[in-house]
T-cell receptor, first 109, second 112 residues
Framework: GQNIDQPTEMTATEGAIVQINCTYQ??????LFWYQQHAGEAPTFLSY??LDGLEEKGRFSSFLSRSKGYSYLLLKELQMKDSASYLC??????????WGAGTKLIIKP | IAGITQAPTSQILAAGRRMTLRCTQD?????MYWYRQDLGLGLRLIHY???????GKGEVPDGYSVSRANTDDFPLTLASAVPSQTSVYFC???????????FGPGTRLLVL
């Protein structure tokens, strides 16, 4: 079967660093996406990894290990506006996205 | 308009009624998608279209139908709504090369 696992909820402190993990099992693999979704809003694209390694984009970085079926999203210098759900999604061999249930990130002052 | 629009923003519907959710994009993307999002579950694909004139079934297609008469529009129809179709519905689009999906603002549907 196809499956994406990520923690349901995480809490972090403003100014700190947090890492959100994601493991995936899909029929074929064509890349791993991370999206941010604020409450009551649509998901918005954060990052895409298809090769192993770390991709850095400002305060956000995303890592992929294809051999381990593993990715993480790293958020640095956390701000209150980073409070949101973070969705992990893997692109399978049919180029369809398989989505995790999302990780709700709570930022405390 | 810029991006993807959806209508209506929200709707309360009596069970058994027919309803069409509208989705329009102006990015000239080939592919379009309909998802539903329920609490505690990931986004689930209902139907998709890789290009105008073609459609395909996703993970949860039962009770829904779609059409893709042109590049811009991708309406989703509930033929006879049931309470289990209460959900938030998102339309998305992507171009052929990047595969990155861009989402509309969503339609919140309550079926009573």
């Amino acid at each position: 079967g196809q499956n994406i696992d990520q923690p349901t909820e995480m809490t972090a402190t403003e100014g700190a660093i947090v890492q959100i993990n994601c493991t995936y099992q899909t029929s074929g693999f064509n890349g791993l996406f991370w999206y941010q979704q604020h409450a009551g809003e649509a998901p918005t694209f954060l990052s895409y990894n298809v090769l192993d390694g770390l991709e850095e984009k400002g305060r956000f970085s995303s890592f992929l290990s294809r051999s381990k079926g593993y990715s993480y999203l790293l958020l640095k210098e956390l701000q209150m506006k980073d409070s949101a759900s973070y969705l992990c999604a893997a692109l399978n061999s049919n180029y369809q996205l398989i989505w995790g249930a999302g990780t709700k990130l709570i930022i405390k002052p | 308009i810029a991006g993807i629009t959806q209508a209506p923003t929200s709707q309360i519907l009596a069970a058994g009624r027919r309803m069409t959710l509208r989705c329009t994009q102006d990015m000239r993307h080939n592919a379009m998608y309909w998802y539903r999002q329920d609490l505690g579950l990931g986004l689930r694909l209902i139907h998709y279209s890789n290009t105008a004139g073609t459609t395909g079934k996703g993970e949860v297609p039962d009770g829904y139908s779609v059409s893709r008469a042109n590049t811009d529009d991708f309406p989703l129809t509930l033929a006879s709504a049931v309470p289990s179709q209460t959900s938030v519905y998102f339309c998305a689009s992507s171009d052929t090369d990047s595969k990155t999906q861009y989402f509309g603002p969503g339609t919140r549907l309550l079926v009573l």
